[in-house]
């Protein structure tokens, strides 16, 4: 089993700076990594495919980068609407696996 | 535009079945793959199973695997998730999801919460 670590578990932020988010494969995915978005009380939103893929209707604001085991999404400058838990997925192997979060808060 | 809206969920006892049902809208059902991804309360993520476009293919979570079956009915364009042997670890919401060409959960249902206690 792919286990994905993502860092930091929270990023206290203001709105306009930019966010860093970091996920760890513990092999090889190649690009094969997703970044979704959760506020609360929702469900799940798919903001890149394929490591820097956006979505549709994804803001140019995030971008995804990386390959093989190390993986970032960046926001470039944070908007009230951006603050929610991120997390990661990968579709290189079964079983699927998520990383266990980023909440990104106001500070 | 894409619609799932999960229904089946409930307070089930230990040891007891549900049957999970996702019925869809909004695309060609029987040209994409689709699964379910739980998330207990407070809790993140976890990919629980999916299945091929046609429904001939199947995969799971070692944690549910043995005790879950997951199929479609293309004729009524509904993705099923049967659950047996709860546990209370299988406290949960369940999303239903669709796959995007490249299996990335597309679209994702808002969810039926599955609660397993005596």
């Known amino acids: 089993e792919i286990v994905l670590t993502q860092s930091p578990a929270t990023l206290s932020l203001s709105p306009g700076e930019r966010a860093t988010l970091s996920c760890r494969a513990s092999?090889?995915?190649?690009?094969?990594l997703a970044w979704y978005q959760q506020k609360p009380g929702q469900a799940p939103r798919l903001l890149i495919s394929?490591?820097?893929g956006r979505a549709t209707g994804v803001p140019a604001r995030f971008s995804g980068g990386g390959s093989g085991t190390d993986f970032t999404l960046t926001i470039s400058s944070l908007e009230p609407e951006d603050f929610a838990v991120y997390y990661c997925?990968?579709?290189?192997?079964?079983?699927?696996?998520f990383g266990q979060g980023t909440k990104v808060e106001i500070k | 535009e894409v619609q799932l809206l999960e229904s089946g969920g409930g307070l089930i006892q230990p040891g007891g079945s549900l049957r999970l049902s996702c019925a869809t809208s909004?695309?060609?059902?029987?040209?994409?793959?689709m699964g379910w991804v739980r998330q207990a309360p407070g809790k993140g993520l976890e990919w629980v199973s999916s299945?091929?476009?046609?429904?001939?293919?199947?995969y799971y979570a070692d944690s549910v695997k043995g005790r879950f079956t997951i199929f479609k009915d293309n004729s009524k364009n509904t993705l099923f998730l049967q659950l047996n042997s709860l546990r209370a670890e299988d406290t949960a919401l369940y999303y239903c999801?669709?796959?995007?060409?490249?299996?990335?959960?597309?679209?994702w249902g808002q969810g039926t919460l599955v609660s397993v206690s005596s």
């Open positions: 299945i091929n476009d046609i429904g001939v293919s199947t």
């Open positions: 999801v669709k796959y995007s060409a490249a299996w990335y959960n597309e679209a």
């Open positions: 092999q090889s995915v190649s690009s094969y």
């Open positions: 394929d490591a820097s």
């Open positions: 997925h990968q579709r290189r192997s079964w079983p699927r696996t």
């Open positions: 909004g695309f060609t059902f029987t040209s994409y793959a």
